[in-house]
Structures are given as C-alpha cells and as structure tokens.
C-alpha cells in the first residue's frame, strides 16, 4: 500500500463549480499535513497547511480526520486559474528520521 | 529574491557522463532535499540534510553524491549518467524535517 495515495484524475471541472479531493495515508503516527499546487513545469508550491480543527484560506477548505486516515481539500468557486495538480504531503517516520512524503497528485483542470 | 534556487534549469548530456546540479537557499533554513520526478510526475525524496548532516538517503544508486558544503546549500553529482535518471531534479529546504517545503525551480535533465 502507497504511503500517500490519491486519486490521480483527472478532474475536468466547470468554472465556478465546487470540487473536493481526498487522500488517504498510511501512518497513523503522521502529524503534519499539508496540500502543494503544482503548474505545469513549475515547481510545487505550499497551498495550504491543514490543522486538525480544519482550516479555511478564501475559496479553499482543508479538512483534517484522523481516524479515518484521510485529509481533504475543497475548492469553491473554481477559477480558471486554478487548473494545476494538486499534491497531498503527509510526513512519514523513516527509520528515526522524517520525512515529507507526496503523493501523486490529482490533476484539475478548470472548464470555460 | 528567489528563496531556493538551483542550476542549471535545463541539462542535456549524454550517457556515461558526469554532470553535477547545484542548490542554494537564502531562508536560512536548516534542512534541505533532493526530490526527484520521473515521467509520471511522481515525486520522490532522495536525499535530505539537516545541518550538512545526512539525514535520509532513499534507495538511490550511489551514483547519485550529495554535498553539503554548508548548512545553505547542497549540490548533487551524478557519476555515469543513464537513461532512466532523465527526470527532473528538485532542491527544497524547510525549517526543520516536518516543516513545509520550498522548492527550487527544478532541473530537468535529460541523457540521451
């Protein structure tokens, strides 16, 4: 089983919709999290950290369930702009150290 | 300011080469990594450092070097360059190993 899985799309979403991505991780034991917008060819970029009391930023949500092991990312009103491939990151215990792991990513693209 | 940068952007060279790409952050952060992202846009952590110390070292071939010359950067040399390393390369440092990352612009290179 991946560490971070995600579901890879992609989504084709009109303007102005709402959409929600989930990811799942494997390690209860994880604290952090965290969701990263990726353009095409550019490098990824924080979008969000997500705390476990859920947390807004505008027209974006991010939601936090342990016990389920998943967190979530909901967009509203969806702009052009916001075409891109979201990447979920969790951390994760390698031997002693951690480490941020990404998942795959779920590509969004934004219809006119 | 750009925060991590990284050279070159793009490296073309070809197999059985030696090629070295380098990194440098001016957050002062004390972590810094090596992901990489193959044709499938995954992306996958190589290498990280926390204070020029080696921290976390994937399965990588040991073709793949990285130095640490101090806490505000950290090159990679790659001996014998393959095919199968044509991806891009991608330098970020954090705070510490479960803080968010920033990330270079990438480097892609491709062997031929």
């Known amino acids: 089983r991946k560490e971070v899985e995600q579901d890879p799309g992609p989504f084709n979403v009109p303007e102005g919709a709402t959409v929600a991505f989930n990811c799942t991780y494997s390690?209860?034991?994880?604290?952090?999290f965290f969701w990263y917008r990726q353009d095409c060819r550019k490098e990824p970029k924080l979008l969000m950290s997500v705390y476990s009391s859920g947390n807004e930023d505008g027209r974006f949500t991010a939601q936090l369930n342990r016990a389920s092991q998943y967190i979530s990312l909901l967009i509203r009103d969806s702009k052009l702009s916001d075409s891109a491939t979201y990447l979920c990151?969790?951390?994760?215990?390698?031997?002693?150290?951690?480490?941020?792991?990404f998942g795959t990513g779920t590509r969004l693209t934004i219809i006119p | 300011d750009t925060a991590v940068s990284q050279t070159p952007k793009y490296l073309v060279t070809q197999m059985g080469n030696d090629k070295s790409i380098k990194c440098e952050q001016n957050?002062?952060?004390?972590?810094m990594y090596w992901y990489k992202q193959d044709s499938k846009k995954f992306l996958k952590i190589m290498f990280s450092y926390n204070n020029k110390e080696l921290i976390i070292n994937e399965t990588v071939p040991n073709r793949f070097s990285p130095k640490s010359p101090d806490k505000a950067h950290l090159n990679l040399h790659i001996n014998s360059l393959e095919l199968g390393d044509s991806a891009v390369y991608f330098c970020?440092?954090?705070?510490?190993?479960?803080?968010?990352?920033?990330f270079g612009q990438g480097t892609r290179l491709t062997v031929v």
């Open positions: 957050l002062g952060h004390d972590t």
């Open positions: 990151v969790v951390n994760e215990f390698d031997s002693g150290n951690e480490k941020l792991t």
């Open positions: 970020a440092s954090s705070l510490r190993e479960t803080t968010e990352a920033f």
């Open positions: 390690n209860s034991a994880s604290q952090s």
